[in-house]
């Protein structure tokens, strides 16, 4: 990555985000390590370059594709945690991956293994699958866009795919029109190069190129100009693998071919449909899922920032563009435009190619033959010294013995026997009980040399669904289950509450562990969804500084929601909570308190009548009858006989309260 700017260090956005040391710069944004002030926690800010904050179509674009990338919850996908716009500067704010990418686990070991690549493949895979079931296009997958963070201990690498909907986002900016395409140039898809249109068979064609380079170390196509590399998306098959990198099997030769297909229609339909395919072929090749190394000399890495290129104007016919790294922003192949190299022609269609190669490709094919032609009059040459100087070659081959159904010793031993030297390999299998030879590569009734190696595949018996104990996570469980050559399935739907096992973790598996299953057969995970929200106490008739206490016992925030009569509770006592007592809303919900403001009638009977009317008028009651204005001519000291309501009722404040008097 390219060492950016201290400008903004110190920067505090919208008053919380605090603007630490750069970590990368590109064409469309800067990349900071920085800090959530208000909860306390390392953050990735993203800001985007101060061009784009003036475009208010950006801007919104922008603040919708954070909201949808903010609802993707997986743990193949970097977190996004919030994004605003401060002044001029445009920012997300993401999770801090402590690692590198995979373009630094290329550079650092090129081609990677078979079951490697396999393994990165698989997560980024699952994150793109999730972003595609939430209705989200990525549209710049490349291994910029692919962290390897650490996780666990001891620690291992954890694929996570970043920058959701950004593309998408500057594709709505003033600064870009129809006729400019946006992406990465070594991996755009066809359609992105003619036509712009980005879907979910964009994002595999994209995967394929990825898994293409993991596997022989180099992207398909390479040229002189970013704009000739598009062009050969559109006009070109991409090769097999196998071509550059021998050890690739013909399986994920067909896979990525079929991921690559020119045709989206030809293509998986989208990462899910991809996934499935790869783990299908995964197991038969009899590969499990292995560790992911996090790249050396890397710490804290966040995805690279885009380079946003004109097209010919960082590139030029000297300069090869084999496929790095930043997304660039060229002119479709509809669209041509006058630049100081002339003018940009479309990309010519394979049936309007010239009937006649021009005379350097005429001269090149005529080198090639005569190539060809001295290999095979080697090959002739020295295919006639070996007979004579060896014999007939049928003395030198053997048919491959049939061992399918014999123990391991016994077919380890046919083989030998018969001239050939075994190579065990182990592989689940529904049908042939465990420890029995399967097949044998090359197959048992074929001819090979004698003395060659000939690879015994011997069944392991049906895969049974792991031990998976309840401080396992779910990433760590789907690990687990593919490695057993079973489908995990994860339906967060089906998750339940548990006072014993941690949020996050794995409640119980369907089918139970130690269950045997077909290869492939799908393991359904139960994962906890932390202890059960506690129903709000019943707080009427406390009184209200008990209630509080109760409330906030049980992890509530109570507050004062007012007074009201209540002809049951005592002045002064709770009445009513709302959310009302049993709800179960989340921990730490605010609940409104509402008290009684009822009035207990006071008893006045043999009281002198101004005693009485003394009395109730304090208790915030009046006074009804002749009692009233003394008008029985007894200057009020009468005796109360008889009063209603009666002595200990509860009512409204400002309630008459009648009295019987005598004499």
């Not at 309007?352 to 040459?381: F, G, Q």
């Not at 709800?583 to 009822?598: I, K, W, Y």
């Amino acid at each position: 990555m390219t060492t950016t700017d201290t400008g903004l260090a110190g920067t505090l956005l919208e008053r919380r985000y605090r603007v630490d040391t750069p970590i990368a710069r590109g064409g469309m944004s800067s990349v900071y390590r920085g800090a959530d002030t208000r909860l306390d926690r390392p953050v990735a800010i993203k800001i985007m370059d101060p061009r784009f904050a003036d475009d208010r179509s950006f801007v919104e674009r922008f603040e919708r594709e954070a909201r949808s990338a903010a609802k993707l919850h997986h743990p193949n996908v970097v977190t996004v945690h919030d994004q605003g716009v401060d002044g001029p500067h445009v920012f997300l704010v993401m999770e801090l991956v402590d690692g590198g990418t995979l373009r630094d686990l290329l550079d650092d070991r090129g081609a990677l293994d078979v079951a490697l690549a396999l393994s990165v493949t698989e997560q980024m895979l699952a994150a793109l699958a999730a972003a595609h079931a939430a209705g989200l296009v990525h549209r710049d997958v490349k291994p910029e866009n692919v962290l390897i963070g650490r996780t666990g201990t001891p620690p291992t690498g954890v694929v996570k795919v970043a920058d959701f909907g950004l593309v998408r986002a500057v594709a709505s900016s003033g600064t870009t029109s129809s006729s400019i395409i946006l992406g990465t140039v070594a991996y755009l898809s066809p359609e992105q190069v003619t036509t712009g249109l980005a879907e979910e068979r964009g994002d595999v064609y994209s995967a394929g190129i990825v898994l293409y380079e993991m596997l022989t170390g180099r992207v398909p196509y390479t040229g002189d100009t970013a704009i000739s590399v598009a062009y050969r998306h559109v006009n070109d098959d991409v090769p097999a693998p196998s071509a550059v990198n021998p050890q690739v099997p013909a399986a994920l030769d067909d896979l990525v071919l079929r991921a690559t297909r020119r045709d989206p229609e030809a293509r998986p339909a989208d990462a899910a449909a991809f996934l499935r395919e790869l783990r299908q072929i995964r197991a038969s090749l009899g590969l499990g899922p292995v560790a992911i190394p996090v790249p050396p000399g890397k710490d804290d890495q966040v995805p690279d920032a885009e380079k946003t290129i004109p097209a010919f104007s960082a590139v030029g016919p000297t300069s090869p563009v084999s496929g790095p790294r930043g997304t660039r922003a060229m002119l479709r192949p509809d669209a041509t435009r006058v630049t100081g190299m002339g003018q940009v022609p479309p990309p010519v269609p394979p049936s309007a190619a010239p009937a006649e190669p021009p005379p350097e490709r005429d001269r090149n094919r005529k080198i090639a033959l005569w190539s060809i032609a001295a290999v095979v009059l080697v090959a002739i040459i020295g295919g006639g010294l070996w007979w004579f100087t060896t014999g007939e070659p049928a003395s030198r081959t053997a048919a491959v013995p049939q061992v399918s159904g014999m123990d391991q010793a016994t077919a380890t031993e046919t083989l030998r026997t018969n001239g050939f030297t075994a190579k065990v390999t182990q592989q689940r299998n529904n049908t042939v009980a465990a420890g029995l030879a399967v097949r044998t590569d090359p197959a048992g009734g074929s001819t090979a040399l004698k003395g060659s190696e000939v690879t015994l595949v011997i069944s392991s018996g049906k895969p049974t669904v792991p031990d998976i104990s309840s401080d396992t996570s779910l990433q760590q469980a789907e690990t687990a289950i593919i490695a057993a050559q079973l489908v995990p399935a994860h339906d967060a739907n089906a998750d339940q509450y548990s006072t014993s096992v941690p949020s996050g973790n794995v409640v119980s598996v369907n089918p139970q562990p130690g269950t045997q299953l077909d290869v492939n057969a799908t393991v359904t995970i139960i994962v906890s969804k932390g202890p059960p929200p506690q129903p709000i106490p019943d707080v009427t008739g406390m009184s209200h500084d008990q209630a509080f206490q109760t409330l906030q016992a049980a992890g509530f925030q109570p507050f004062d929601a007012g007074a009201e009569f209540s002809e049951k509770v005592s002045a002064g006592n709770v009445t009513r909570t709302d959310p009302k007592a049993g709800a179960n809303p989340s921990s730490g919900t605010q609940v409104g308190v509402f008290v009684s403001n009822s009035v207990e009638v006071p008893s006045v009977i043999g009281h002198t009548i101004q005693d009485a009317v003394q009395t109730l008028q304090a208790a915030g009651l009046q006074v009804e009858g002749k009692a009233r204005g003394n008008g029985n001519g007894n200057n009020g000291f009468g005796l109360v006989i008889q009063q209603d309501p009666e002595p200990g009722k509860l009512v409204k404040k400002g309630s008459k309260v009648n009295l019987k008097t005598f004499p």
